[in-house]
Structure formats: C-alpha cells, structure tokens
C-alpha cells in the first residue's frame, strides 16, 4: 500500500507539474495513445492475459515515453522523439550500457529474473526491449521536470578545479573496480559503488571533450539538470518498480540488505540508487554521443537537459 501510495503521489504531481505550466504546443496524439497503451497494458496484465503480462514492463514503459516525451513537445516546443536520430541513439545506447550492470551482477548477484520465457527467441527480444527504454525512461522524465521550469534560477557557483577532477576520474575508476576485487562474501553489499562509480568517471572527461559536464553547470550557477535528473531517478524507480510487482516475467532482489523492508520488491535501501543511476544514465549518454560526433552531445545551455 505504501508503494501504490508513493506510485500516486508521482502521477499527482506530474500531472500537476503540465497543467501548472503554460504549454507552447498542443499535445500530440501520440502521448494519448501512449496512455491508452499502459492502462490497457496494466488491465490485461492484472487479468493474466498474455503474452502482455509477461512483456509488461517494456509495453508500459514504451507508452510511459509516449506520454512524457508529448507532454515536454507541448511545454518546451522539442522533444527526444521529434528529434527522432537523437531519440534512437539514445535507445541504441540503452541496452549495452545496461549489460555493463548485468555483468557486474554475476559477481555481486543483486537481483535474479523470474518467468521468463522458456524460449530463447522471446526471451531475448523481451531483454532487449526492456533495456532499450531505460536510458529514454530516464531521460524523458528528467527533460519533463526541466520543462516545467523548476530549478531554472542561478545558483551560486561552485568551482571545481583540475586537479579535483583528476581525483574524481581515479575514484570513480576505484569504486568501479572495486566490487570486482572484493571477496565474493563481501562483492553484494558494494553494488552502491556502481552505481555512483560511472558519474565520478565520465563526467570530467564530458568536460575535457567539450561536452555536456554537470561539473561545469556547478561552475556556471546550474544546477536544475542535476537536480531534474536526480528526481528523475527517483520517479523512475517508483515506475520500475509498481510495475515491475504486477509483471509475469520480473526481476527480484536478493541482496543481503534489509530483504524484510521491502516497497513492491525492492528493499527500501535500494530505492537510493535511482537517482544517481539517473545521472549515470545521462553522463554515460553525453560521453558516448560525444565520442560519435553528435551534436546532442554538445553544450546548449537553452536546450531543455542540453542533451
């Protein structure tokens, strides 16, 4: 009950957040069929009917993008998926970028994936689509947040020198490496460290190419793509995990914390590592678009998320 509360108060305040706002654009046809998508999509899955249940969540999170990504084309005129090579790179770079935390999850044996197909065919597309709407399910919700104009006031500036950063690509590399090194008693209570490890890494070297850099935001007085892409995270993790609970085919956690205290079927310790997964999701992004040459990559303080 705690978590559909927590799932209520998400949708109330982002249906809050659109009306609150003035819109430049209508809304485009395809965020209603978005919503039509999840709501049917959750009906036949509470009814068992499948092959819906068991692709649940790729179904609901693929209208969920429909519905954001209409909502932030009506508030800021532009949107991942009108600017559809930008939307696909994203998507691309989705699944591969999840794999990494799949690997890491071998040793450190997080989470394990219940009713799964048996056949390898629909079990695979299912993975592949499921990992496809992370980075766009992320992102989405954070550039929705930046469209409904919060955190758009100058913050005081915060400088973060060379050498600092320097510091903070070495300890992101260590707090990636380390779980891999630690004994395998010991490697399921470091999973935090990934989660964090990835922003220390990438984000100094966005800066070095001349790319997006939540570093240098922090330098210029910025900090709404910070703060939109942390609550982002948050929001998120309700989603993925209300979801998730009701699925045929789902993942539970099994990491040795406070397996007792669960919301849905993530222990309430977990629930931290969305927001700066969210982070990770968009320095990852920057650093990968970056290095292909996309001009998504580079600095447009006026953009919505200057993605």
Partial sequence: MLGIGLWALAVGLMAALYVWRPRVRRYPHYGYLGLAVIVIAEVWTLRGREPVATFFTPIAWTGYIAVLDAAVYALAGSSLLHRGREFL?????????????????????????VGLPVRPAPRYFGYAWAFSTIWP???????????????????????????TRRILVGLGAAMLLLPLLAPRWAAGYLFGLVWLGFFFLLDPVNSRLQAASLLDDLEQGRRGRLYSLLWAGAIAGIFWEFWNYWASSKWIYIFPILQSAKIFEMPVPGYLGFPPFAVECFCAYVFLAALAGRLGATRKPNHVLAL
Avoid: C, D, H, I
């Fill in 137 to 163: 399910a992320m992102l989405e919700t954070a550039m929705f947040l930046q469209a409904a104009g919060l955190w758009q006031k100058e913050y005081r500036r915060v400088k973060v020198s060379v050498p």
């Fill in 89 to 113: 790179a994203v998507a691309a770079f989705s699944a591969p970028f999840w794999l990494l935390f799949e690997a890491y999850n071998l040793r450190l044996e997080n989470w394990t994936y």
